[in-house]
């Protein structure tokens, strides 16, 4: 119920919104199936304490305590920070885009006022296509918007290092962690040695491997995505310009 409450924005913003951009819907697609792969992946986590078992001498206070040492690094609470990063990443976005279509808004208020312009004047003043504001096909043009063009990229980028960040995350931090070797613990209040062992290490560590694969596949498209759209905008834009002149 609480995977479906949270899907339910997602989507909405992405259906209803009336400015959209290049990769837009991807880029919410994504935000709604890392949200389903979190929330297949958190169900073996869910009794981690109750997993991590120690030997027959080991109290129920020095268990604790060796849960603690070994788990020194959070898991789950990690895996969502991240995703509310990468959330940020994609509203900052959305928030240039209200920001131009409110200065589309402006414009218009402004040819009401000085008179009508041309198609091609309306264009160059505005960087849209579609300039109908009860519709929602208002493509901004970062042929025109360069600004925007550099914010979209900066949000691009900032989304490859989440994803890069999260990935060295699982795979040194979290993984070994759950790699089903036994746990030899010593504390200063509970000597030991205990052994320890985490039940359902098979499922933990599935979990990893499949929110690592989805952060390999976005790292993936930030780089094609990021890419094409440097080579398409700007490389090639210049070089309609020069060929223009």
Partial sequence: MAMVTGLIPI????????????????????????????????????????????????????????????????????????????????????????????????????????????????????????????????????HQQKKLLCLYLLCILLRLAIELGFLFILICWHLPKVNGTPVNCSTLLCPGPFQCLIRASVEKTMSIYMLCTLSISIISICFVFGFYSMCHYLVLGRSQSGNAR
């Fill in 11 to 142: 989507l909405r913003t992405a259906i209803e919104a009336t400015t959209d951009y290049n990769g837009r819907t991807m880029w919410f697609g994504l935000l709604a199936i890392r949200l389903l792969t979190l929330y297949v992946s958190e169900m073996p986590w869910n009794k981690l304490d109750l997993d991590f078992q120690c030997n027959g001498n080991a109290s129920e206070f020095c268990r604790k305590t060796c849960f603690n040492q070994h788990f020194d690094v959070p898991v789950v609470a990690l895996w969502n920070f991240t995703y509310i990063l990468f959330i940020i990443s994609v509203l900052l976005m959305e928030l240039f885009a209200a920001q131009l279509r409110h200065n589309l808004i402006k414009a218009k208020m402004k040819q009401e006022l000085l008179g009508p312009f041309t198609e091609g004047e309306h264009a160059t003043l505005t960087g849209v296509k579609g300039h109908d504001l009860a519709q929602k096909d208002m493509m901004i043009d970062f």
